[in-house]
């Protein structure tokens, strides 16, 4: 059984550039979760999504944009691209499934660096 | 202020001596109580849940919640190399999508 997959791995932009990850969540899971951790700090919420929609967001700006897709996949979009946007990019996913609890898995995450 | 505060470390132990880590809250809304572990360049692991106040044990690892002080905690006994990381508290408001993290304490538990 798969995890969390997200790819690519690594990547290197320069300012201004728009870039776009992609996640594959969890065999029977419904929902994506993104999260941005800096260097040195915990993972932040940026926004997620179930059923094709964005269900809640963070305090990010509009230039993070995402979608999800009919088989539950994510992608991440970052527009024109900051220095301070460098971030291992990680993506939880997580079932719905009418429990108040819903445990979040995480992928392996993408690095993103800026120049 | 953040929502979660917590020590950043790096916490050095020798192996077989008991971890003990915590955080601070402010949000009483928050319900869930996660502690995740965090080895370099990976994700974030779930160790551990609770729901409200109490205490919970999984094998070498225990968490508590003090809901009237907002404060949690992890003990790891019998430490291991293996356990060096960076271990992440977390939290969930009740119904709730977000997870709001701590900033991470560095563990390095020596041979």
């Known amino acids: 059984d798969a995890g969390v997959t997200q790819s690519p791995t690594h990547l290197i932009k320069t300012r201004g550039q728009q870039v776009t990850l992609r996640c594959s969540p969890k065999?029977?899971?419904?929902?994506v979760s993104w999260y941005q951790q800096a260097l040195g700090q915990g993972p932040q919420f940026i926004f997620q999504?179930?059923?094709?929609?964005?269900?809640q967001r963070g305090n990010f700006p509009d230039r993070f944009s995402g979608h999800q897709f009919p088989n539950y996949s994510s992608e991440l979009n970052v527009n024109a691209l900051l220095l301070g946007d460098s971030a291992l990019y990680l993506c939880a996913s997580s079932s719905v499934g009418g429990k108040s609890y819903n445990e979040q898995f995480f992928g392996p995450g993408t690095r993103l660096t800026v120049l | 202020q953040k929502e979660v505060e917590q020590d950043p470390g790096p916490l050095s132990v020798p192996e077989g001596a008991i971890v003990s880590l915590n955080c601070t809250y402010s949000?009483?809304?928050?319900?869930?109580f996660m502690w995740y572990r965090q080895y370099s360049r990976k994700g974030p692991e779930l160790l551990m849940y609770?729901?409200?106040?109490g205490n919970k044990e999984d094998g070498r690892f225990t968490a508590q919640v003090d809901k009237s002080s907002k404060y949690i905690s992890l003990f790891i006994r019998d430490s291991q190399p293996s356990d060096s990381a960076t271990y992440l508290c977390a939290t969930l408001k009740a119904a709730g999508n977000k997870l709001t993290f701590g900033g991470g304490t560095r563990v390095l538990v020596k041979p």
């Open positions: 065999s029977g899971h419904d929902t």
């Open positions: 949000n009483s809304a928050f319900q869930y």
């Open positions: 609770t729901y409200s106040s």
């Open positions: 999504y179930y059923e094709e929609e964005e269900r």
